[in-house]
């Protein structure tokens, strides 16, 4: 994770035509979703000239984490977006343990975890990356949750790829 962190913005990526909805479908195909959770495409996805290794790690970073973190036996995961101008904004959300408040800004510092490292393995650098690699592109990326309401994980990605200075 450090070192994936550590080459944003170090890296040119390759600018390619990327059918979000295809990509998504790969990227839970190589997935393990546990039995009982459901991860759905609900709105239509745009086609976008950008970086699909870049776009890539973002989804793969918060569905993983929405799995990750949702232990409940109907789990559900809802892939969204919304076209705004300028750009897109996507959204990962669902049903699972949330986030309190208090906790917002702490999942975004680097090697923060909110679990314990006994019950869930994670290097607290997923989100971190995350927000790297949206920034690095001009975007924003944004927490809405309760604790015990489910989390919905929004971010902003241009329609024109920015590249990674």
């Not at 979000?20 to 086609?47: C, D, K, R, W, Y």
């Not at 793969?60 to 232990?71: D, G, K, P, V």
Request: aromatic share 8%; net charge negative.
């Amino acid at each position: 994770g450090l070192l994936e962190y550590s080459r944003i913005g170090r890296e040119n990526s390759d600018v390619t035509r990327v059918d979000v909805t295809g990509l998504l479908e790969e990227i839970i195909a190589t997935l393990t979703v546990p039995e009982g959770i459901s991860i759905n495409i609900v709105t239509e996805m745009p086609t976008l000239e950008t970086s699909q290794d870049r776009l890539r790690q973002v989804f793969a970073h918060l569905i993983s984490n929405a799995i990750m973190h949702c232990s409940r036996d109907d789990g559900r995961i809802e892939l969204s977006s919304r076209d705004q101008g300028a750009c897109y904004v996507f959204s990962v959300s669902d049903n699972g343990v949330g986030i309190a408040p208090e906790f917002h800004g702490k999942v975004f510092k680097i090697f923060q975890t909110l679990s314990a490292r006994d019950r869930f393995e994670s290097t607290g650098i997923g989100l971190t990356v995350v927000q790297k690699i949206v920034e690095a592109q001009g975007g924003t990326v944004s927490l809405e949750s309760k604790q015990g309401q489910g989390a919905a994980f929004r971010f902003s990605w241009p329609k024109r790829y920015k590249g990674d200075d």
